[in-house]
């Protein structure tokens, strides 16, 4: 079981920046694919931004060009850089990381960090 732990997280006003961090409890941390995701009350979970194990990165439309995802497999860490929040940047967002081995598919949440940004 890994543990995926979240931090970073507050309020900002529109414009601001934050870096979300999340710590993964594995040794193999460097063969997870690894992404961020948010849920806004009443709305679906969504992408904001993974990063394979071979670092190629992808993001949901709405961040591009603001958002940069990162991963510092040394440290067992992954980040999100969060630049030119809007109100609408306002959810909880979920660290997640996964992998595929033969007979198994690994899939591991956090327990989600409150983002807030205030007009």
């Known amino acids: 079981q890994v543990q995926l732990v979240e931090s970073g997280g507050g309020l900002v006003q529109a414009g601001g920046s934050l870096r979300l961090s999340c710590a993964a409890s594995t040794s193999i941390f460097s063969i997870y694919d690894m992404g961020w995701y948010r849920q806004a009350p009443g709305k679906q979970r969504e992408l904001v931004a993974g990063i394979s194990s071979g670092g190629t990165t992808n993001y949901g439309d709405s961040v591009k060009g603001r958002f940069t995802i990162s991963r510092d497999n040394a440290k067992n860490t992954v980040y999100l850089q969060m630049n030119s929040l809007k109100p609408e940047d306002t959810a909880v967002y979920y660290c997640?990381?996964?992998?595929?081995?033969?007979?198994?598919?690994?899939?591991?949440w956090g327990q989600g960090t409150q983002v807030t940004v205030s007009s």
């Open positions: 997640n990381g996964k992998r595929s081995s033969k007979h198994s598919f690994y899939n591991y």
